[in-house]
């Protein structure tokens, strides 16, 4: 199983990212998806989440209605469009799967497969 974070940058405030992770190996349809980030010294933090059929979205409140996540079932790939960047996003952020979440889980130890990172930097 292989999941690949790309599309990570550096942004002014205000910009704009495409957050893209491409999945191998398991059978995508059954996994609900998940976005996490972890700035320097802190723990890892919930993003947004998005269950088997794209039809039921969860964000952490400092991102609704700026971020929006997404799944292409053909492409077993997920996304993460992310508008009007704050400094505070700043971070390295992940994508997880798991197939025994319902709809979402909050927590990172709800999933059992983590790409590997892809860092995230807007600038002041």
């Known amino acids: 199983v292989q999941l690949q974070a790309s599309g990570g940058g550096l942004v002014q405030t205000g910009g704009s990212l495409r957050l893209s992770c491409a999945t191998s190996?398991?059978?995508?349809?059954?996994?609900?998806m998940a976005w996490f980030r972890q700035a320097p010294g802190k723990e890892r933090e919930f993003v947004a989440a998005?269950?088997?059929?794209?039809?039921?979205?969860n964000y952490r409140d400092s991102v609704q209605g700026r971020f929006t996540i997404s799944r292409e079932n053909a492409k077993s790939t997920v996304y993460l469009q992310m508008n009007s960047l704050k400094p505070e996003d700043t971070a390295v952020y992940f994508c997880?799967?798991?197939?025994?979440?319902?709809?979402?889980?909050?927590?990172?130890?709800?999933?059992?497969?983590w790409g590997q990172g892809t860092l995230v930097t807007v600038s002041s």
């Open positions: 997880a799967a798991d197939s025994t979440i319902t709809h979402y889980n909050r927590s990172p130890d709800g999933y059992s497969y």
């Open positions: 190996g398991l059978p995508f349809l059954n996994y609900v």
């Open positions: 998005l269950n088997r059929s794209g039809t039921r979205k």
